[in-house]
C-alpha cells in the first residue's frame, strides 16, 4: 500500500507561481505513471497532467499547457507540479495520484492510489 502526501498549496494571486510536491512512502512508485488531478467546487474531479514511468513522456490538460509542468524524482519518490501563471480559474484542490501502470493517462479509473490533496487558491 502506497501513501501519498501531497504539499506546497496555498493563496496566490493571479500570475503568480507555486510548486507542488507529492511525496510517496510505503512502496516504491518509480515503475508507474503518476498524475495530478484537481477538483474544483461544485465540479468533478479532472486531470491535469501524467508523466510516465521515466519521466521523459508527459501529457497536460489543455486548460494548463504552457503554464504547468509535471515531473517526477524516481530517487526520492517524489512528483511535483511547477504552475506558472496561475488564474483564477486553477482554484481547486489538486490530488496526486499513482497509475496501476508504467503508462502515462489522462483518464481517472486508471490510477488506484490517491493523495488527499492540497488547497490551490488563486485570487484575481
Known amino acids: 500500500q502506497v501513501q501519498l502526501v501531497e504539499s506546497g498549496g496555498g493563496l496566490v494571486q493571479a500570475g503568480g507561481s507555486l510548486r507542488l510536491s507529492c511525496a510517496a512512502s510505503?512502496?516504491?512508485?518509480?515503475?508507474?505513471?503518476l498524475g495530478w488531478f484537481r477538483q474544483a467546487p461544485g465540479k468533478e474531479r479532472e486531470f491535469v497532467a501524467s508523466?510516465?514511468?521515466?519521466?521523459?513522456?508527459?501529457t497536460y490538460a489543455d486548460s494548463v499547457k504552457g503554464r504547468f509542468t509535471i515531473s517526477r524524482d524516481n530517487a526520492k519518490n517524489t512528483l511535483y507540479l511547477q504552475m506558472n501563471s496561475l488564474k483564477p480559474e486553477d482554484t481547486a484542490v489538486y490530488y496526486c495520484?499513482?497509475?496501476?501502470?508504467?503508462?502515462?493517462?489522462?483518464?481517472?479509473?486508471?490510477?488506484?492510489?490517491w493523495g488527499q490533496g492540497t488547497q490551490v487558491t488563486v485570487s484575481s
Open positions: 510505503g512502496r516504491t512508485v518509480s515503475i508507474y505513471a
Open positions: 495520484a499513482v497509475s496501476r501502470t508504467s503508462v502515462l493517462s489522462t483518464r481517472r479509473y486508471d490510477y488506484d492510489s
Open positions: 508523466i510516465n514511468w521515466s519521466g521523459d513522456s508527459t
